[in-house]
């Protein structure tokens, strides 16, 4: 029995660096439990940057210019509360996001040593990212701004400088659910002030000027709509993509990777948490923890790769096939 490269995609096969183990570094060590995970990424630090100086400004509008000047003291107490809440849950929930590994698969550790551990037998292929030089689990997918492979890896968020992937869906879902919220909340409170202003003279509904007052609310009624429509869309795509067990890449590639699926409540519960409770909704409360990763996981077998060999390749399966190589068990 030996190590042969299949001929899964010859223009990767034809660069020797690619297809050597032994070229791979090993693994660093593991860091400690806890160890925070950050993206270096000047796009996506800025993008994390401006959310939060969103949030703050629509904080800053609804208390200064519409609640605090409010005569009506139980509106005002009752609308800040539930504003504020809503504000910070949702940047709890940015920054479990944005701080949470979200499932990396171990780096460097596609050695000649890590493959012969795993008894590959004929039939079975392990599949290598060249890039980061990382035994691809399924459902795994390389990352070129994390610069790393990730498990269930739904897509790259700039908002959130992070990859959404297994660990941290949770967060992502439930950051887009509060942002939509308070969007809403704010509109509503908006449209309010503006008919109550209307009502009496504006020199006495804020304490900005009539006009600094009309910027300041179109502003914040602009931010509002704009992030009510675009967060919904995006909390609606990942609850179907959680009901039906199928990230983004998965979608766009169904036509050319079949695969079974779980049931939809069992993956709602794996993403959130466990049976439906409160803890759904807290961005503290993390999901289910997943099982390590057993040899098993590791391998694939051939014979769902004969079927794509023998199909014409499309351009979506050229780009996927040149970021991994196999390493197929056959008898010599």
Known sequence: MMLIPTHHFRDIERKPEYLQPEKCVPPPHPGPVGTMWFIRDGCGIACAIVT???VLYAEFVVLFV????SRDYVYSVIN?????LLA?????SHCRAMLTDPGAVPKGNATKEFIESLQLKPGQVVYKCPKC???KPDRAHHCSVCKRCIRKMDHHCPWVNNCVGENNQKYFVLFTMYIALI????LIMVGFHFLHCFEEDWTKCSSFSPPTTVILLILLCFEGLLFLIFTSVMFGTQVHSICTDETGIERLKRKHQPRERRGSWKSVKETFGGDFSLNWFNPFSGPCDPEPLSDRDWVRQAASLSDTD???TTEEQSEERKDEDSVEVTDE
């Open 66 to 69: 519409m609640l605090i000047p």
């Open 80 to 84: 800040g509360i539930v504003f504020n």
């Open 88 to 92: 910070f849950l949702a940047l709890a």
């Open 133 to 135: 030089c990382s035994i």
């Open 183 to 186: 969007s809403l909340h704010a």
């Open 310 to 312: 023998n199909t014409e």
């Open 52 to 54: 939060w100086f969103l």
